[in-house]
Each structure stands twice: as structure tokens, then as C-alpha cells.
């Protein structure tokens, strides 16, 4: 536990108490699982994987993509200019009116 003897946050004894005692046998139980099936730690992966809808799903990969592009340019850059500041900025504003203009669009035209 973190608080035994000596105590502080350099303690890092496991199972001194006995609510300290379920990591290691959690470990235990599902070693023998994932030794017939690895991927059965990963329990998205269990059935195929995850479903996802694929406009949102380019949307946001696409959006992130160029936000590491343009954090990785200001890495390489060694310092944050004011082009690319606003590049990120203006990403992000253009993302929000991409991902909540269809739905605001969609309710103005069904309020009509």
C-alpha cells in the first residue's frame, strides 16, 4: 500500500494490506485468458474490432492529422510563430463549424 511503514509516496510495496492484495491475483486469473487469447485483453477487438461511422471518422482523422502536421512543423520550427498559431486556432474554429452546422442547419430547417 502507499501508506505502510516508512509510508510516503516512495512506498510502493504491493499487497501489505489486504485491500492492496487484488492486483496480483486479477494478473493470475486473467494470464491463463489471454495466453490462449492475447487479444483478449483488448475487449473492442473481441468481435472484429469497432464499429464507427465513416463521415465522422474521416472528419476527425483528417482534423487531426493536420493539427500534428502543424504541431510537429512548430517542433521542427523550434518556436510557435504567429502563422501557425492562427493555423491551429482557425483549424479548430472550422472544425467546430464542420462537426455542428449540419445539426443547427437541420433543426433551423425543421423549425420551419
Do not use: C, H, Q
Not at 41 to 57: I, N, Q, Y
Not at 59 to 88: K, M
Not at 97 to 104: D, F, K
Amino acid at each position: 500500500g502507499m501508506g505502510g511503514a516508512g509510508g510516503g509516496f516512495a512506498d510502493l510495496s504491493v499487497g501489505e494490506d489486504e485491500d492492496d492484495s487484488y492486483g496480483g491475483g486479477t494478473f493470475a486469473a486473467s494470464a491463463p485468458a489471454s495466453a490462449r487469447n492475447p487479444w483478449s485483453v483488448f475487449p473492442f477487438l473481441a468481435k472484429g474490432g469497432v464499429e464507427v461511422e465513416r463521415v465522422p471518422f474521416v472528419r476527425d482523422a483528417a482534423f487531426y492529422a493536420v493539427a500534428v502536421a502543424a504541431v510537429l512543423a512548430a517542433l521542427l520550427n523550434g518556436e510557435v510563430t504567429l502563422p501557425e498559431a492562427s493555423t491551429l486556432g482557425g483549424m479548430y474554429g472550422l472544425y467546430l463549424i464542420v462537426l455542428l452546422a449540419p445539426s443547427r442547419v437541420a433543426a433551423l430547417i425543421a423549425a420551419m
